[in-house]
Each structure stands twice: as structure tokens, then as C-alpha cells.
């Protein structure tokens, strides 16, 4: 058993290594066929950039490229090729989810001889594998000022110093505690550009550093000045509940789609005549896996039963055959699977599994070669087909188990069993 164990392990860990070296490669591969690329222009461009020691080096940073994939999608002009405006664009990213997440944009434009405000509310899928943002419903919407006169709003985001932040990561110790971009809170994305210049900065979610940075302070205050005039947070709010309708289904609704770590907790029901050995049993099951695409996953995990109402059974040697009971038996396997969201968060989840199956019994070795191998047991390959149903966090799941324990050896009777089910309660996190 012990070495078997061992082979497994070894597999197990280097298709995982080379399963996550590949998909480091085909993301960095995507970058070069499409990412955006910075224009060509006269104007002075201050465009953040990745620095070496991160994945993607040298590129400008990744929300600068999706805010010129929406500006394409929205008809928008070129803030960086712009030659007769001044442009103010404030970008609201919420990244919860892959599809439907709410974004919004708030421009303020002058070009050639008066002001024009707009206000886009929109639905855009996110795509992991090549980078990028699509639009998939949006409104657009002509806002103008409430209180004040232009000169004064324009004025007012110059003393914010609207056009000389600094992007957050730049700053010093702005995130010394690694809190960075790990996590599903909105993003606030700028962009100013004259005649001569063009800038581009963010930040995320700007209020839990108000009170440390004045540079967060001024953020808030800049999104607060815009609400003042335009009301923009209730007009995207009211135009994206309207726009909900149009859109298939909306993660950001939605909690635990995405998950690590996987708990089952159930029943084992022993089939054909596995069930004249053991009978319906306790049964748990630990997984840990990560996304392919929004869809898949490949999940490592084990799952193991405490036989009960356990019966005599045969244990045969080349030369005897010796009597005992089931115990300590499982699975340590790899999974491939699947999941289908629904409507009303509803996730119907389906898989497929390979590995090493064990069926232990509680028959002592008389000189045993390891400490950890005490007891006979027969260990096989097994074959797993799942499906499940969750809300959230929470779901029941289904499991068939083909393991044709007498594949390597003749431990066992030819009509032993090789089939059980697991019924289970599940728990993701």
C-alpha cells in the first residue's frame, strides 16, 4: 500500500505543478494577443506599469487595459489621441463574480466650446482566460449639474488634485499589510487628459485608507463632489436594477459561487455485494481545487467511510486465506468538474474522478514492514461520478464509486463488490 501511496502523491503533485504552470503560461501567453496596447500620441502618457518581480511586468496596469476595452465598446473617443478636450472619466469596477458584474462610468467632457456630462450605467462579463471585460447590457445617460456651475466643479476637482494623483500601489506603505487588490470591493479607476497630457490612476475601495492617506481622503471627496452634482450613485443604482432584467443571471447577487476548499459530510450506501460485508456508514470527504475557466475546476481530495455493521469476510494470501472485518477505508483522487449557475444563485455542480482507492480490514500482519502498514488491506483504482445542487455556501451532492478492489490482487472473493454510493452535505468556503 505504501508504495502505491507514494506513486499516487508523486502524480498527484506534479500534474498540479504542471497543471498551474500551464495555466500561467496561457495567461501570459493571452497578453500579447490582447492586451491593449498604449496608442501612439504626442501627449505626455503616465500610464502605471507592472513592475519585474510581477506576473505580468512591464504591462500597464490590468484596469487601465479593461477601461479601453469598455471605452472601444461604448463608442468612446481616445482619451490618450484626444487633441480639442479635456476629459474627466471616473471608472466603478465591482469585481464580484464572472458575469453581470455593475459597473459604471461618470465623464465629464469639453470639447470645442461647452461642457457635456455622461453617465453610464452597465452589466459586463469577465472573462479569466484572455483578460477581458465585455458589456453585455448598458444604459447611457446625460447628466447635468445640480448646485453649481461648471467653473466651479472643474475647479473643485483641481484643488482634489483630480489630475496629479498618484495610482494607490505607488504610494508608499499604502498597503504595507499585503491587503492590495485580494478581495471583491469596488475599484475606482481614473482618467484626465488635456491637450498635452493623458493620465491614468486607481484605487480600491478608497475608505478603508481615508484616515491614513490624504491622497484616499481626496478620492472620496472627488466621488462625493460628483454625487453632489449629478446624483450619479442613485441614477446607476436605479438604472442597473432596470437594466437586471436583460442580464442572464448576476453573480454579484450571489455568495460562495466561488470556492477552495470543499467539506462533505453523509452517508456510505454499499451496492451489489459490497452491502453482504458492510452496511450503510458514516462517510466524509475533504477537497481543495482551483478554477480553470469560470465553469471548471480540478479539485485534489479524499474521502473516506468507518465501516458499521460489519460481517466476516475472507482475506486471501498466496498460500492461506485469514478472517476479519472491514474498517478504515476511502478514496484519494483527482476531480474534474463543473458548475452551472442558476437562477436565484442556485448552482448545480457535476464531476468526474480518478485515483487510488483502499479497502482496509482489521487484520493484523504478523511482520509487518512498515509501522504504518500493520493491517492487510487491498488498494485499487477508482472511478467517481458526482452531482450536486447548492445555494451559496451549502449544497447536497450524490456520488457513484466503481472500485474494482481484486484489479491488482485476489485479496478477495470474485463477487467481493466494487460499487457504493456517498450521500452527502456539503460545505464550501
Known sequence: MGTLVNHLLAFLSILLVTGCASMKMNQLSQLSSNYSSIPETVKELDIPTYEEKQQFNGYPFLYWHFSK????????????????????????????????????LIELKYDSSKWVANLYAMYVDFNTNNLSETIVKFEKMEITPKRNDWDFIVDSLYQLKFDILPTDESIPNYYKDNSGYSNNLPTFSFEYATKKQYRFYQYN????????????????????????????????????????????????QCTGIYYGWRIDAGVFVPLDNLKNTLGVSPHIGLYF????????RIDLGVSVFIPVNRKEMEYFLPNEALTGKPSFSGTMGIYASRADLLKNCWVIENRFGTGLGVFGTNIKKDKPKHEYAEWYSAETIFLSLGTGIRKGNLGLSLNYFFIPYNAFKKNFKTDFGSQYLTISTYFTF
Do not use: C
Open 69 to 104: 476595452q469598455k471605452e472601444k465598446q461604448l463608442g468612446l473617443e481616445s482619451a490618450e489621441l484626444a487633441n480639442d478636450s479635456l476629459i474627466f472619466r471616473v471608472w466603478i469596477t465591482n469585481p464580484i463574480g464572472k458575469r453581470g458584474q455593475p459597473h459604471g
Open 205 to 252: 475601495y478608497p475608505a478603508r485608507k481615508s484616515n491614513e492617506f490624504w491622497q484616499a481622503k481626496n478620492v472620496l471627496k472627488i466621488l462625493d463632489l460628483l454625487d453632489d452634482e449629478f446624483t450619479w450613485d442613485d441614477l446607476m443604482g436605479n438604472s442597473l436594477d432596470s437594466l437586471s432584467k436583460y442580464v442572464s443571471y448576476i453573480d454579484h
Open 289 to 296: 481545487g482551483v478554477p480553470l475557466t469560470e465553469k471548471y
